[in-house]
């Protein structure tokens, strides 16, 4: 009794804000929702759009593949998205030439990667050099504006390069044969880092030393993948998200949201807990249309938006946010933005809704030891499930999964197997996850 005195003032701060958290993205699922508006980009003469990156709220930059004149560009924004202009004209003698990736290591010094050129700036894109490289990447990683990683897939000249002169020369750090070299590189700071083939092969790698040497993981590859810090990070396939809390040795798979098709193409960081991806779609009035995906609580639950109902974008395949509220999205040559950080119109009633029809129960008592009793009201009847998930997001135990009518009910969870620690339950209805509340469990 007198730790549960303890603890309890301390513990209902934090599952309030667990609460207010999750609130906050259980009713972001399955809304059409404003706050989100439709971006274009100017005539390109048939050249897509093969990446961009934003520097700021109003500064972005993005890079095209080559059209039929023969043509590829460097487009800039400065109001955010809503004006593109065309920075730099390549003209190319190949048809399939494309620029590959585009970065800023600051708000003057950017690299424009193409297929057997480099394009660099240190004037904030006013002006941009060419330095001629041979190199055919696949991808590149910029870490500085001195020091850069790119993989190459192709035979016995594939691997991993390096250079540490700002792009000029290129060195072959590490081949591992002319069949399993990556096609995909990502580094979070200058000794961390992952490679990968691609999403539906096996090899996928991690360094800690800038590149030189490689574990296989024996892991699935990639899409997508961003750190937070040198512990944290997520990383997204065709049907699934997953977390590490080691720097990359263990990955946990998450539960996505659901959806008529999924896919984890492009992810962005708000914090730790918030970060958003792209690429997953729904069927809606008949139309595909592509949704963006975000979770409050790490991954563990994730919700969705449908930018707007007359927006019929198929999926989107790029996503980036600067600060909490300013974000793009973008598929091809049109995407939507928002600078109100997607926390949006319609969510206090959909909240209203689902407090009303359903409602999950704090367990009692917390902390507990053996044994905690979570109760439940619902309204109506639904398909309920109750799942109990440990910290790292990993589902331990379904407690009910069963179609209910409208009534009061309990279940009991008795985790004498497991150790002692924090645990997650939500509580799922027809396919969505309406809440998530926090235990604490004390052997």
Known sequence: MKLQKTVSPILDGLILLVFILFFSSAGFQDKNTMGWYQQYFPNLNGSTIKDMTFLDSLTGFAVTNTNSSLQAYILKTTNGGDNWNINYTYSQSNINWYFVKIGFVDSNTGFAFGETEMFKTTNGGDHWNIIINDLYPHDIAIINKDTMLAVLSNGFNGGVYRSTNGGINWQNIWNNGPNYNPKKIYMYDKNLGFACIDFQHPQSYRTTNGGLNWTNLNDSGYSAIKFYDSLTGWKGFINETRKTTDGGLTWIRQTPPSTSSFACRSLSIINKDTLWFVGCEIIQNSWYKGIICK?????????????DTSIHIVRYDYINFVGNNNGWAYFLNTGVHTNTGGIINGISNNQNIIISDYK?????????????????????????????FDVTGKEIEELVNKILQAGSYKITFNPTKYTSGIYFYSMIIDGKVLDTKRMVYIR
């Open 295 to 307: 979770t409050t609580n790490g991954g563990l639950n994730w919700g969705y938006q449908v930018p």
């Open 360 to 388: 999950l129960f704090q367990n009692y008592p917390n902390p507990f030891n053996p044994s905690t009793t979570i109760s439940y009201n619902l309204s109506k009847s639904g398909n309920v499930r109750i799942k109990v």
